[in-house]
């Protein structure tokens, strides 16, 4: 065993210095005599994405002079409860989907822009739960409603003043068809 | 903590090849082609000086041989922690002497010369690095690359050169995911480290957010909004094929690979509220990992698979805490201001970045887990989103210039700062990938 260690040190020994002579001229080599590939990155293929088209819904949910046709909920900042102001708007849309089980509404909950894009949208899913929770105690079902966030990401007004802020803290109600 | 605030290097950067797609339709448009350029605004405390002569050619073109030895100068230069000596003039390979007394005189520290040749179709870019006072070779290397690849074989001559001087490993290899906004849609963009050779993964109307590279460096996870709420994806960038990962009833969000890339944290609101679960890489075996009664998001895998880290206000207020992988009791981490959120850990287990707050700021924070201490590390007030470098050196965050958002990249020890910035863009959203393999 020692001697074929001997022999295979002997061996390695004088290959490797044919390796480097063979290489590298004269001065000595490289660490590296053959190249050692690099990473050869496939050209990466866009995919574009396809949004989602609307189709109409029921005069009831979009005539101005209904009050179904107003969506949104504001909250104050760091407010995630339904103001008595709303409570009214959230029951006429309670009365909706109970009239109409066969329609399903998403709640979009959203924030202003300020912090982590993703602690923001737990933050809008807190808004947006309010609002599914209110449906339901007030009698729709729960397989009728969908509640997510949009966080800060999409934002109604494109500013950077209170103004905006506020009209960003927000939760919109939309219905089949609309998403 | 030192700041250097001139720029002392604003660098154009070329323009990329177009990318193509099997039968020749170009499906990148100019917007999307925009590259994003490096400003090094501070540097080390001491940078080491280093010439790099242009690569001799044995057969090719001397353009190549120049543009290759500029690609490991400018490398080594945005890295702040290098000076680099004029070399023009000097030819010179990996095997002809060292001109040692001119390279004293010049005031390099370490020189490098080295050749290029084409063999079928493939370079083969072969380099030594000499110590100068010492008037001896420290270390060599061969690297083979096809031609459209040459930078690489530059950004692999950068790494070797920095990891024999500094004796940590070199992220010139490595490359940026970040998603850009401009005219109204968003690019999940594909860049290497020095801005250069970026490509488009996704174009969306809508939405992208929180892009995390697989370990292995060949998928993205992110969250898209195209759907009206968000939907997490797995997006392969050697296909150029995605899948669902998940799309639970609710919000789907915050997806992080674990060190070994088998299973994913995300965060789920399907039981109510923002909880965190994991999945298996392929979508299936869901189980809850957290169960608190308030937020819990942005978890992240600590690199030896211990922990996951991640933000909860569950004291009241946004905070970092750690929980071990399987679960169990969390342990809160930060304890300084009310909102500390968007955890990331270097991938050496030592620091933890993240996002503070401090009179209505948002600032980048470095935690040294051992002794438990934070540093401040900017002065700006929109940071955002921190990334580390696979060499757990630099973190690269997003930030906001003149009303847009650009990228920033910070040293640990707050010193080296480079910006990085897409002109007609918004830029947000970082992830630094792996070490390629």
């Keep these: 065993m020692k001697k074929f260690s001997r022999f295979l040190f002997f061996f390695l020994s004088a290959a490797f210095s044919l390796f480097l002579l063979s290489g590298c001229g004269t001065t000595g080599a490289p660490a590296e005599t053959s190249g050692a590939p690099v990473e050869?990155?496939?050209?990466?293929?866009?995919i574009e994405t396809s949004g989602i088209n609307s189709s109409t819904l029921p005069s009831a949910l979009t005539d101005p002079s209904s009050p179904l046709s107003r969506r949104s909920i504001y909250f104050a900042l760091d407010r995630y409860d339904i103001a008595e102001e709303y409570r009214e708007l959230v029951t006429a849309h309670a009365?909706?989907?109970?009239?109409n089980?066969?329609?399903k509404t998403l709640i979009q909950g959203n924030?202003?822009?300020r912090g982590s894009r993703e602690y923001n949208l737990s933050l809008g899913q807190k808004r947006a739960e309010a609002v599914k929770q209110m449906l339901m105690l007030l009698g729709a079902q729960e397989s009728?409603?969908?509640?997510?966030?949009?966080?800060?990401?999409?934002?109604?007004a494109e500013g950077h003043d209170e103004a905006a802020w506020a009209e960003n803290r927000r939760a919109d109600l939309l219905y089949s068809g609309e998403f | 903590m030192l700041r250097f605030a001139a720029v002392f290097s604003a660098l154009r950067l070329l323009r990329a090849a177009p990318l193509w797609l099997g039968a020749g339709i170009l499906l990148?448009?100019?917007?999307?082609?925009?590259?994003?350029?490096?400003?090094?605004t501070g540097s080390g405390a001491r940078q080491i000086p280093v010439a790099i002569a242009d690569f001799s050619v044995l057969s090719g073109s001397a353009e190549q041989g120049a543009a290759l030895a500029d690609v490991a100068r400018r490398d080594l230069e945005q890295s702040g922690l290098f000076r680099v000596v004029n070399a023009e003039g000097v030819r010179s390979d990996e095997s002809s002497p060292v001109e040692y007394a001119l390279w004293k005189e010049r005031g390099a520290d370490a020189f490098a010369g080295g050749s290029l040749s084409l063999a079928s179709g493939r370079i083969e870019a072969r380099f030594r690095l000499y110590d100068v006072t010492r008037q001896a070779p420290l270390t060599g290397a061969a690297f083979l690359t096809d031609v459209a690849h040459l930078r690489a074989a530059g950004h692999r001559v950068a790494d070797t050169i920095y990891e024999t001087l500094t004796g940590e490993r070199g992220v010139f290899s490595t490359r940026i995911a970040y998603v850009l906004k401009t005219a109204g849609r968003y690019h999940l963009q594909i860049a290497d480290a020095d801005g250069h050779n970026a490509q488009t993964a996704l174009i969306s109307s809508e939405p992208v957010i929180s892009p995390a590279w697989s370990p292995d460096g060949t998928r993205i996870a992110y969250v898209s909004f195209e759907n009206k709420k968000p939907i997490i994806f797995s997006h392969s960038l050697l296909t150029g094929t995605r899948q669902v990962l998940a799309n639970f009833k609710g919000s789907n969000s915050a997806p992080a690979w674990s060190p070994d890339g088998t299973r994913i944290a995300l965060v789920l609101s399907r039981d109510g509220h923002s909880q965190i679960y994991l999945i298996n890489?392929?979508?299936?075996?869901?189980?809850?990992l957290s169960n608190s009664a308030g937020i819990d998001t942005e978890p992240q895998f600590s690199a030896d698979d211990a922990f996951i880290y991640f933000t909860s206000d569950r004291g009241g207020s946004p905070q970092i805490y750690r929980v071990a992988a399987q679960g169990g009791m969390a342990e809160r981490i930060t304890f300084t201001g009310n909102y500390n959120?968007?955890?990331?850990?270097?991938p050496d287990g030592k620091n933890l970045a993240f996002i503070t707050r401090q009179d209505g700021a948002f600032r980048l924070a470095v935690m040294d887990l051992a002794s438990r201490q934070t540093q401040i590390l900017s002065d700006s007030s929109k940071d955002e989103s921190p990334s580390f470098a696979p060499n757990s050196r630099m973190i690269v965050l997003a930030t906001e210039m003149g009303g847009r958002g650009t990228l920033s990249v910070v040293s640990i020890d707050g010193r080296v700062r480079q910006r990085l910035s897409v002109p007609a863009g918004d830029v947000r959203e970082p992830a630094w990938s792996p070490f390629p393999r």
């Design chain 1, 40 to 46: 050869d990155r496939a050209q990466i293929a866009p």
């Design chain 1, 95 to 99: 009365r909706f989907l109970i009239a």
């Design chain 1, 101 to 103: 089980p066969q329609f």
């Design chain 1, 111 to 113: 924030t202003d822009e």
């Design chain 1, 144 to 156: 009728q409603i969908e509640a997510v966030s949009l966080g800060e990401e999409k934002p109604r």
């Design chain 2, 28 to 40: 990148l448009t100019p917007a999307a082609q925009a590259q994003l350029s490096i400003e090094v």
């Design chain 2, 281 to 288: 890489a392929n979508g299936g075996g869901l189980t809850r």
């Design chain 2, 341 to 346: 959120v968007s955890p990331s850990l270097s």
